[in-house]
């Protein structure tokens, strides 16, 4: 389903997913024609907005006065803040209550948040009454232009992150850039860390413009301020959607965007999954890994390696374990946490390498021996 743009200024990105194509709109105050482009899309329905109790304290009424301008019923539905939302134990109260207040087959859920909400709605939005539409209108920078677009939905257990789920598309993506006025700027720049991937995953270019330009992305608000913020979270679409619309089921090239994630699951898990270390925080140091690591077995010629470290540094993002207050871990501990993630096949580490700035490739077969006297190296 795609909509036209409704407004000056907005950045139409599409999902090229044939049946299930959609479009991720990206602009300022884009939260006000929700309720148009929902009543344009399904007529009649009703909309469930789950959303935190923390963001909905900044951006529920916004939501709500625009669907009831366009006469859409709006339905709140408010879980708390954090990680241990994504739960069996919120998935089946969520369902409850969308089921309490009649939402029907063909009403759409809108999830209105971060990763979190993302995923837990998404998912509920998958299963209840076998599959009702969902618009995902995230409200960080990190889920703009990460775990919004591609449909991976689901939530945490005792084994492990993500590990009950489904792919399960939205039908529309609306990225409202003021929505990340409110945002902490510690979460702002976590989120910096997924929109620099793009650019060393596979866009050398993209990456020297944020060299170039990050200042502006991280200023938003004025009018110069705000386009280079959009310009960045429309690169970032664009390289997702690109990848998802080729690999949804990730079988392959999907691998790419996990560029960083397998040493920033490792980080992330010593740090007991904190504050002490956001997600982002850790995809950071992660990629900062990557690229040494991938200096370290010959593979990059020259100092890339040193380029994005400087970068990520300039923005106050973790390049080294130091930079993470009350991190302390070793190399056989790294180790341990590298070999309990989901990329471990029949005993060899997949990692994402790079050859260079914009030239990352999946490895498969990667020497556990040579990741361990890396991190010995790069923790000593
Ligand atoms: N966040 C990685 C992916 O969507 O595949």
Partial sequence: MMTAPLRAGEITVPVALGARAY????????????????????????????????????????????????????????????????????????CDRLLDARIERNDVIVALGGGVV?????????ILRRGLDVVQVPTTLLAQVDSSVGGKTGINTRHGKNLIGAFYQPILVIADTALLDTL???????????VAKFGLLGDAGFFAWLEANWQDVFAGGSSSGSSAREHAIAIAC???AAIVARDERETGERALLNLGHTFGHAFEAAAGFSDKLLHGEAVALGIACAFEFSTHLGLIPGNDAGRVAHHLAAVGLPTRVGDVPGLHVTADRLMDLIAQDKKVKRGKLTFILCRGIGKAFIANDVDAAQVHTFLAEKLA
Avoid: C
């Fill in 184 to 194: 902490p700027q510690r979460d702002f720049r976590a989120g910096y860390a997924e």
């Fill in 238 to 240: 664009r390289g997702k």
């Fill in 23 to 94: 479009d991720i709109a990206i602009g300022r105050g884009l939260i006000g024609d929700l309720g148009k482009r929902i009543a344009a899309l399904k007529p009649g329905a009703s909309a469930a907005i789950v959303v935190d109790e923390t963001v909905a304290a900044h951006h529920l009424k916004a939501t709500e006065e625009s669907l009831t301008a366009a006469d859409v019923r709006a339905v709140p539905v408010k879980v708390p803040p954090g990680e241990a939302t994504k739960s069996w134990r919120m998935l089946e109260q969520v």
């Fill in 118 to 126: 993302g995923d837990l709605a998404g998912f509920a939005a998958a």
